[in-house]
T-cell receptor
Framework: DAKTTQPPSMDCAEGRAANLPCNHSTISGNEYVYWYRQIHSQGPQYIIH???NNETNEMASLIITEDRKSSTLILPHATLRDTAVYYC????????????FGTGTSLTVIP | GAVVSQHPSRVICKSGTSVKIECRSLDFQATTMFWYRQFPKQSLMLMATSNEGSKATYEQGVEKDKFLINHASLTLSTLTVTSAHPEDSSFYIC???????????FGPGTRLTVL
């Protein structure tokens, strides 16, 4: 079962930062936080993942609270192509461990 | 990231027939592959996990005799929907993991419509 809760939907103005929250209060010490997004009728796309420290890549930044019970995905300058459903998932680090998707957040970037 | 392909991208079949969906990892060896199903406006639901050369592990409520999974090589897994019915119409997505990272790379999905 999914161990995360996310708001069902959010809007963001084009060019502004999109901040997507995720609660994972029951996360275990060795579980990573992963973010994927799914554009309509496509497979999920990997965005970023982290364990404790904040992470940044070319797509986004991931801010994890010190107690690791929540995190925020930041898209620094949202574009219309960022409109998608964003999924926050927690799972252990070993290859082969399953992903259980929650309901995700449907982000709409508004022109 | 790594590339995972699925074939076909969409298929329409008659009720009672069987449909095979292929999932390939194109540029890495996938020791584990996963199959998901997604109904309209819903999230992805994990159906089964397959490791190369061994039997798949199915999630609770997924009929293993209806959804046959074969993971014969490190680059190919197949899902066969046997005796398909209209309620099996869905978006089927595979993912693969392996190699140095623990990420899962997802295929583009297969849209199955059973008439």
């Amino acid at each position: 079962d999914a161990k995360t809760t996310q708001p069902p939907s959010m809007d963001c103005a084009e060019g502004r930062a999109a901040n997507l929250p995720c609660n994972h209060s029951t996360i275990s010490g060795n579980e990573y936080v992963y973010w994927y997004r799914q554009i309509h009728s496509q497979g999920p796309q990997y965005i970023i993942h982290g364990l404790k420290n904040n992470e940044t890549n070319e797509m986004a930044s991931l801010i994890i609270t010190e107690d690791r019970k929540s995190s925020t995905l930041i898209l620094p300058h949202a574009t219309l192509r960022d409109t998608a459903v964003y999924y926050c998932i927690v799972r252990p680090p070993n290859t082969g461990n399953q992903f259980y998707f929650g309901t995700g957040t449907s982000l709409t970037v508004i022109p | 990231g790594a590339v995972v392909s699925q074939h076909p991208s969409r298929v329409i079949c008659k009720s009672g027939t069987s449909v095979k969906i292929e999932c390939r990892s194109l540029d890495f060896q996938a020791t584990t592959m996963f199959w998901y199903r997604q109904f309209p406006k819903q999230s992805l639901m994990l159906m089964a996990t397959s490791n190369e050369g061994s039997k798949a592990t199915y999630e609770q409520g997924v009929e293993k005799d209806k959804f046959l999974i074969n993971h014969a090589s490190l680059t190919l897994s197949t899902l066969t929907v046997t005796s398909a019915h209209p309620e099996d119409s869905s978006f089927y997505i595979c993912s693969a993991s392996g190699g140095a990272t623990n990420e899962q790379f997802f295929g583009p999905g297969t849209r199955l419509t059973v008439l």
